[in-house]
């Protein structure tokens, strides 16, 4: 037996996954759905949506008032920060809510940007979804901060790093790095980044969106200053968490309502949260901490909750790099098929981005659809990388592997693309 089958025997089996779906039973035009989008959003399991509905229903409130349903809307709240603390490995205090990673990072930066002065410099990639470019870009233009970016290699997907080290000099104040690319599935070195950041005492801001669906996140491994991450990629709502270190809560101008909580973590959530988002958020962790082969009446709480999800992540990473094998060897042996990133058996995530030659990704998506293959095309937000690769404006077919995919549907995705690339 190999290290990779005894990994996944720590997880519920992919048929009792798949049961916790009802999006699995949908069928298009005859086919059988098979669900190949997870990169731009999962599908959402029963347990996450009861919980949102239980407490629309029972719970729904404004928060921090003398009466039952805001108090158990506080209580629910606090519960799900602990549910995220124990997902990223962090405390209660550490962990704030808002629309999306994307908004996140942009109040980070407004924040930031306040103690920033004209000619200081942060640092982003071309690697990276423009979520981590874009709200730093902003403090050009606003602060007259200097943007350095650091090269993609074409080749392989992944960052040079001769290239970052020679951006990060005494000026710098803050790398910000994708801990994996959305668009090719490249995980980054965030150990050498935190490395860089530390040697010239910058800030580092990764966006975990697409690595937290697949490679269990470790704050205080990464040692990183900011972490943002979007439920809605793990199987939840359409919600974003941060993580921020309790002293940055506590010392940064978080721009705020006077009357606003001053205190971590609530200081960086502007208005009224999307408590039933952030409560579905929690039911997502605990939904996959469910997956993990064990004790199933053990409490999913503190360090118990954690060690699940510890052998859950095992288990499916080892199911999704058996995936990416399977759907690459096949693809790379379609002619006209192009694959971009780098090959399975290195650092990646089960995301797998091609072309076909003579048919653009629009179209591409578009007959993979009418076979009952759901997948996402174009620049995914990664639009540097697309344009590196030279493929703008029509982009990549992108294809992600969830904990639900089964070998079936890549090998139907496989038969898929040859007879599109076959004129078929």
């Given at each position: 037996?190999?290290?990779t089958v005894?990994?996944a ?6 048929q009792?996954?798949?049961s916790h ?7 298009h035009?005859?086919?059988?759905v ?6 731009g959003?999962?599908q ?23 009466y ?6 506080d209580?629910?709240l ?19 809510f808002?629309?999306?990673a ?11 940007g ?11 990639t ?76 910058a ?12 490679k ?16 809605y ?49 929690a039911?997502?962790v ?13 409490p ?14 095992e ?24 694959l ?18 003579g048919?653009?990704s629009?179209?591409?998506a ?10 996402s095309?174009?620049?995914f937000?990664a ?19 969830a ?6 549907e890549?090998?139907?995705?496989v ?10």
């Amino acid at each position: 037996m190999t290290e990779t089958v005894r990994a996944a025997e720590h997880a519920a089996s992919v048929q009792e996954i798949r049961s916790h779906f009802p999006a699995l039973e949908r069928a298009h035009e005859g086919h059988a759905v098979a669900y190949f989008d997870g990169p731009g959003g999962t599908q959402v399991p029963r347990a996450v949506v009861e919980a949102m509905s239980d407490y629309l229903y029972r719970h729904n409130a404004n928060t921090h008032w003398e009466y039952p349903t805001s108090a158990e809307t506080d209580g629910l709240l606090e519960r799900s920060r602990e549910s995220l603390a124990d997902f990223l490995n962090a405390s209660p205090h550490e962990i704030a809510f808002g629309a999306n990673a994307t908004t996140l990072a942009f109040h980070v930066s407004r924040t930031l940007g306040r103690t920033f002065e004209a000619g200081d410099e942060v640092v982003v990639t071309q690697l990276d979804h423009h979520a981590n470019v874009a709200p730093w870009q902003a403090l050009a233009r606003e602060r007259g901060v200097a943007v350095r970016v650091v090269r993609m290699k074409k080749e392989t997907g992944e960052l040079d790093w001769d290239d970052f080290e020679s951006k990060v000099n005494s000026r710098t104040k803050l790398l910000a790095v994708g801990a994996a690319s959305n668009a090719l599935g490249t995980l980054s070195d965030l150990e050498r980044a935190r490395r860089l950041a530390e040697s010239v005492g910058a800030y580092l801001f990764v966006d975990a969106v697409h690595y937290a669906p697949h490679k269990l996140v470790d704050v205080k491994a990464l040692r990183c200053d900011f972490l943002v991450c979007s439920a809605y990629k793990f199987y939840g709502p359409h919600v974003g968490a941060m993580f921020c270190r309790r002293e940055l809560y506590e010392s940064l101008p978080f721009p705020r309502l006077e009357p606003a909580p001053d205190y971590a973590p609530e200081v960086a959530e502007t208005g009224t949260q999307n408590h039933e988002g952030i409560v579905g958020a929690a039911a997502a962790v605990n939904f996959l901490a469910s997956l993990a082969r064990g004790n199933p009446t053990a409490p999913l709480e503190g360090s118990a909750r954690r060690e699940r999800l510890k052998r859950a992540f095992e288990a499916l990473h080892a199911r999704g790099a058996e995936l990416t094998k399977l759907l690459w060897e096949g693809l790379s042996r379609v002619e006209g098929v192009k694959l971009y990133g780098l090959p399975p058996g290195a650092p990646r995530t089960p995301t797998v981005a091609f072309t076909i030659g003579g048919v653009t990704s629009t179209d591409a998506a578009r007959r993979l659809a009418a076979r009952g293959l759901f997948l996402s095309h174009g620049d995914f937000y990664a639009a540097t990388v697309v344009e590196q690769l030279g493929l703008l404006p029509e982009g990549l077919v992108r294809a992600g592997a969830a904990c639900y995919t089964t070998r079936e549907e890549v090998e139907r995705l496989v038969a898929g693309v040859g007879e599109i690339a076959r004129g078929a």
